[in-house]
Nanobody
């Protein structure tokens, strides 16, 4: 069974950092672009960042310069390094592929 599992969320103060991981299994991870989204109450789903199979990266404007997406295909894992976190970064973060796979998400809460 193909699946994605996210880990690494938590509670952090504004200005802090977290690194999220997205680990895939049951499929050839290296062939798939990986996207990170977040679900924010009252705002719905937001695309955050993407990384292609060849590691080209793309970012939503509000996270550029603060978030870094990367992947280690040997570990079937993609990462989202989040620095200089803001309260508005709070949300349920999940990774997904274009063919509809997504994980259950990991909660990120940025609060004083």
């Amino acid at each position: 069974e193909a699946q994605l599992v996210e880990t690494g969320g938590g509670l952090v103060q504004p200005g802090g950092s977290l690194r999220l991981s997205c680990t895939g299994s049951g499929f050839t991870f290296s062939l798939y672009p990986i996207k990170w989204f977040r679900q924010v109450p009252g705002k719905g789903q937001e695309w955050v960042a993407s990384i292609d199979y060849d590691s080209d990266t793309y970012y939503e404007d509000s996270v550029k310069g603060r978030f870094t997406i990367s992947r280690d295909n040997a570990k079937n894992t993609a990462y989202l390094q989040m620095d200089s976190l803001k309260i508005e970064d709070t949300g349920l973060y999940y990774c997904a592929t274009d063919n509809g796979m997504r994980g259950q998400g990991t909660q990120v809460t940025v609060s004083p």
